[in-house]
């Protein structure tokens, strides 16, 4: 059984930064496509971001282009997603996923909260 498990979360004034990391415990995770997702309190999930196997290829939702960065360490079994220039409508519980199929994930993180003050 694979585990992905979030962990970066935390309350942070608008502006700043935050790096979100994804550990995958049971196997590795260096042949799939990773996903980042979020939901916003009272909204549906919704797509951040996400980076290749190798890393050489990464797309991110309009919303969050020039602001966020995907990576990820394949050695380490970690994605990460670094946020800058953070604002407040960024809150929401963030998720990361693996990819079976281009655009179907398989398996999810239990989540991690990331709050932004104004």
């Known amino acids: 059984q694979v585990q992905l498990v979030e962990s970066g979360g935390g309350l942070v004034q608008a502006g700043g930064s935050l790096r979100l990391s994804c550990v995958a415990s049971?196997?590795?995770?260096?042949?799939?496509?990773m996903g980042w997702f979020r939901q916003p309190p009272g909204k549906e999930r919704e797509y951040v971001a996400r980076?290749?196997?190798?890393?050489?290829?990464?797309n991110y939702a309009d919303s969050v282009k020039g602001r966020f960065t995907v990576s990820r360490d394949n050695a380490k079994n970690t994605v990460y997603l670094q946020m800058n220039s953070l604002k407040p409508e960024d809150t929401a519980v963030y998720y990361c996923?693996?990819?079976?199929?281009?655009?179907?994930?398989?398996?999810w993180g239990q989540g991690t909260q990331v709050t932004v003050s104004s």
């Open positions: 049971g196997r590795t995770f260096s042949s799939y496509t």
């Open positions: 996923a693996r990819e079976k199929t281009p655009g179907s994930y398989d398996i």
């Open positions: 980076i290749s196997w190798s890393g050489g290829s990464t």
